[in-house]
């Protein structure tokens, strides 16, 4: 069993349509649906736009690739070829490896900070 997953939401300044979640802990098969389901609540409250922050995120499993691809596909309206209402930022090196690895990096990009991040979503 891993380190508890806990996870904050923040929007952003000037951003009502950019949710930022915080996620901590590890990201894995008992965090998957809370990671959903914290996409599904920020869309459901106007988030068009959803950053995952993975600063505070210690271990990535396959579940937590597979809650990250749901997220992915909540976000993008079926048969659309636009991308990016999905992002992620400040994975650790070893995230960042394990996603790469994984090849999620193709659909879902990783910027070095929140604000660049923020800042790269369409207004």
């Given at each position: 069993m891993g380190v508890e997953f806990e996870f904050t939401r923040v929007i952003p300044e000037g951003r009502s349509n950019v949710a930022v979640l915080h996620l901590s802990g590890w990201l894995d098969a008992q965090?998957?649906?809370?990671?959903?389901?914290?996409?599904q609540q920020a869309m459901d409250q106007?988030?068009?736009?959803?950053?995952?922050?993975?600063?505070?995120?210690?271990?990535?499993?396959?579940?937590?690739?597979?809650?990250?691809?749901?997220s992915f596909a909540l976000l993008t309206p079926r048969g659309a070829t636009?991308?990016?209402?999905?992002?992620?930022?400040?994975?650790?090196?070893?995230i960042y490896e394990v996603l790469s690895i994984t090849g999620m990096l193709v659909s879902v990009p990783v910027y070095e900070s929140q604000d660049i991040a923020v800042d790269s979503f369409g207004r």
């Open positions: 965090s998957e649906a809370q990671l959903v389901a914290a996409v106007g988030a068009e736009y959803v950053l995952l922050d993975l600063r505070a995120v210690s271990t990535i499993t396959s579940a937590g690739i597979s809650g990250i691809q749901k636009v991308i990016g209402r999905l992002k992620l930022c400040n994975a650790s090196p070893q």
